[in-house]
């Protein structure tokens, strides 16, 4: 069953740090480009960052450069995002989504259901 499980959201300080996590089942992870959104309450979902398969290529939506990290490891499934010094406007709840990047998998995309992190002093 194919599965995406995101994880580590909470509630942080201005200028704290998480680090979401979000694994992979079911499918062949290397072969997908991974991708974490975002939406805040009343605001449609944004590109936060993405990752290519091998993790050689990343970009990352102008607000959070310089912030935000993303990572990938194959061997483990997983896609992290390590987020610093957040700021309130990153309050929403994350989304991981994978997109398939080679021959056969084009077209194919799975989204998680979503880790709320909220930002508030």
């Known amino acids: 069953q194919v599965q995406l499980v995101e994880s580590g959201g909470g509630l942080v300080q201005p200028g704290g740090s998480l680090r979401l996590s979000c694994a992979a089942f079911?499918?062949?992870?290397?072969?997908?480009?991974m991708s974490w959104y975002r939406q805040a309450p009343g605001k449609e979902r944004e590109l936060v960052a993405s990752?290519?398969?091998?993790?050689?290529?990343?970009n990352y939506v102008d607000s959070v450069k310089g912030r935000f990290t993303i990572s990938r490891d194959n061997a483990k499934n997983t896609v992290y995002l390590q987020m610093n010094s957040l700021k309130p406007e990153d309050t929403a709840a994350y989304f991981c989504?994978?997109?398939?990047?080679?021959?056969?998998?084009?077209?194919?995309?799975?989204w998680g259901k979503g880790t709320l992190v909220t930002v508030s002093s």
């Open positions: 989504k994978a997109v398939g990047a080679t021959r056969g998998l084009y077209g194919t995309n799975y």
């Open positions: 079911g499918f062949t992870f290397r072969s997908y480009v």
């Open positions: 990752i290519s398969t091998a993790a050689d290529s990343t």
